[in-house]
């Protein structure tokens, strides 16, 4: 089946992360922090992070933010959670969290909780399971859970499950692997799992691999490798993932590399990204691939990382 | 809406307009100027530098909303233009039925992003219900390119719920799952909508026409998973109800009979069995049919199930080789019981 290409995938995210005049760059360019979190998080994993200058990216991560306590997606850009959990995410990876006004940050975070426990993005108001994902996540990095009404935003995330075991969006709405990953790692953060009904959501979530291997999101839709991510890192949380063929999946994950320029693509022959690229290595992290560092399936960095978090002074 | 956000017009670039002559240009601050081949990124960077010029100045003027326009189509993904959009918006009073319009135009090209949604309720929401017909409009539109888009359906719901317009909603969810049986989506709506209007009574009310149609739906396409999980859903929190309908055993019968398409049929097959359904000489007998001959004879019916099913569906083998494990565990007081009364006798 090949194997995980390393070299050419850490060449390839530090191509990516330089240029920043290619046209793709330019287009991304609001949501640059996201995308050095899915890079050097990849690069983390393979063990390549010291091929980055981390004073660089540190001091460029610092200028994303805002007087509120917010990161924007870029210098210049408004603040939003999910730039602020991916500047957090990034700290964490190069131990530097401590260069955060830790309070503020939190109190950003924590004046978008609403009174029915649900969070918005932004001072705009939309509201969505992944900021509850996002806040709880964040403030758990800083140890500041104790700034939001905990049980609210649990009870909000449980009025999200269908009658499937899934989670949505918004009460009602169809379950999705994506928002899975949210309300289960943000219950699984706040020690909630009870909450789950982890029999009929495994079904649900290992009925999503298909023929080839890989896993799709919803019932009907392609797999997709950043599926991988959203669907396994559930089913470990839940303690169900040895519901599903992992070699299969593993062979699918391989196929979507460009073996020759590196990158991971979404399905076997599409066009590479750094998305895909990360939610691959993460996945084959969490199939215990060789050579990969171990993947905290709620916090989304590398075990070591969150070790270091929690149990530094 | 001014010429220049109309598509197809010739594009002056925004440094020899005689509007902007007052405005210097921000570039981009962390990176070299770029050494530009395409002229689609010269209008890309030139109109992203005069956005940040505005954005800076905060200038809520006509031509700065003019300037979003063009910014977002370039660039729909960018949430800072979206929300100095807002800014503008609010801070002219600008009449908002045209701003749907422009949404639309820009969900024609890309429909898949968090922005324009985002977006769009934040008008409609503003509009209140005189944006009900308009916004289902939208959303068909939508669906008609993909009847699947999460976000569109999150949409038409939130509408539901904030404005009403519930009259026609079951409706429009079969036409939806006419069109494409298989569409979780349309299914999801249709459970949306029979426990959520106002209108039907609610889940219990409407089990019995529900049921019927879901199993018509299985009979058409018994591989399809979604109408079984909805039958599921429709006996939600009262499996021992599920258990004992007597159209819920027959369609497991039915699809079984076919052997084909059997892993839905023996899945729900074996909740009835474990929540107490004692199972038809029908049953019992396609089950033995499709259970290898090198399978113990004596097994119980749950565990002859869910030996098939490993057999049926070996990607999720481990998950069926546990299932048995549990209906194991679940009948064993049942045989505890008898085990005990025939020593006593
Ligand atoms: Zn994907």
């Not at chain 2, 396409?221 to 929190?237: A, D, M, Q």
């Not at chain 2, 019916?301 to 679940?330: F, G």
């Amino acid at each position: 089946m090949g194997e995980l290409v390393v070299e050419k995938h850490t060449k390839y995210i530090v191509t990516v992360e330089k240029s920043k005049d290619s046209f793709e760059s330019v287009v991304m360019e609001h949501l640059r922090l996201n995308g050095a979190y899915w890079g050097l998080t990849t690069l983390d994993i393979m063990g390549k992070l010291d091929v980055v200058d981390q004073d660089e990216v540190v001091s460029w991560i610092m200028q994303c933010q805002h007087e509120s306590g917010g990161f924007g997606g870029n210098i210049g850009h408004d603040p939003h959670l999910l730039y602020t959990l991916s500047a957090i995410q990034v700290l964490g990876l190069f131990n530097k969290t401590d260069v955060l006004d830790i309070d503020k940050v939190a109190n950003y975070i924590a004046g978008l909780q609403n009174a029915d426990g649900s969070f918005n993005g932004d001072i705009w108001g939309e509201v969505d399971t992944r900021f509850s994902y996002i806040a709880i996540c964040s403030l758990a990095l800083l140890r500041r859970l104790d700034k939001i009404n905990v049980e609210k935003a649990v009870e909000y995330i449980v009025s999200c499950k269908n009658v499937d075991g899934g989670f949505g969006c918004t009460p009602g709405a169809e379950s999705h692997a994506g928002q899975i990953f949210c309300c289960v790692g943000a219950l699984a953060i706040t020690g909630s799992l009870d909450r789950v009904d982890k029999d009929l959501l495994g079904w649900w979530l290992c009925e999503r691999q298909l023929k080839s291997g890989g896993l799709n999101g919803r019932p009907e839709k392609l797999a997709d490798v950043c599926y991988s991510w959203w669907v396994l890192s559930s089913l470990i949380m839940i303690d169900r993932v040895h519901w599903i063929d992992k070699d299969k999946l593993i062979k699918f994950i391989l196929d979507c590399q460009d073996k020759e320029k590196g990158g991971i693509s979404d399905r076997p022959d599409d066009a590479v990204d750094v998305f895909h690229t990360y939610f691959g290595v993460a996945g084959l992290s969490l199939l215990e691939y060789p050579g990969l560092k171990p993947v905290d399936p709620a916090y989304a960095l590398p075990v070591d990382v969150v070790n270091r978090i929690f149990f530094s002074k | 809406m001014s010429s220049d956000e109309d598509q197809g017009t010739i594009r002056t670039p925004i440094s020899q307009r005689p509007e902007w002559a007052d405005i210097e240009p921000v570039p981009q601050h962390d990176g070299p100027n770029p050494v530009v081949a395409i002229a689609y990124t010269d209008e890309f960077v030139e109109t992203m530098d005069y956005f940040r010029a505005i954005y800076l100045g905060n200038e809520l003027s006509t031509r700065a909303l003019h300037l979003t326009a063009e910014a977002i189509k370039l660039n729909p993904g960018n949430y800072t233009i979206w929300q100095f959009r807002r800014q503008i918006l609010e801070a002219l009073g600008t009449e908002l039925h045209e701003e749907l319009d422009f949404v639309e135009q820009i969900a024609a090209a890309s429909s898949k992003n968090y922005q324009i949604w985002h977006h769009r309720r934040w008008v409609a929401d503003k509009l209140g219900p005189e944006a009900v017909a308009k916004e289902f409009e939208f959303t068909k539109k939508c669906f008609d390119q993909d009847a699947k888009h999460y976000h569109a359906w999150c949409h038409r719901q939130w509408v539901l719920q904030a404005f009403g317009g519930w009259e026609n909603e079951l409706n429009y969810c079969q036409r939806l799952i006419e069109d494409d049986i298989f569409n979780n989506s349309a299914w999801n709506q249709r459970f949306f909508v029979i426990t959520r209007s106002p209108l039907l009574g609610g889940l219990e009310a409407m089990r019995t026409s529900e049921v019927s149609y879901t199993i018509n739906s299985i009979k058409a396409h018994p591989e399809n998973e979604s109408p079984w999980r909805y039958l599921r859903g429709l006996y939600k929190n009262d499996l021992q109800s599920l258990a004992t309908d007597p159209l819920v055993a027959s369609i497991c019968l039915e699809v079984l009979n076919t052997k084909s398409n059997l892993v839905h049929a023996l899945n729900m097959l074996l909740d009835l069995v474990s929540h107490g359904l004692q199972a038809s000489e029908g049953l019992r007998n396609v089950v033995d049919s499709l259970v290898l001959d090198s399978a113990p004879s004596d097994l119980d019916m749950a565990r002859k199930i869910s030996l098939v099913l490993e057999l049926v569906d070996p990607m999720r083998a481990n998950y069926w080789r546990w299932r048995r494990s549990t209906v194991t565990a679940q009948t064993a007081p049942f045989q505890n019981v008898e085990g005990i009364t025939g020593l006593t006798l």
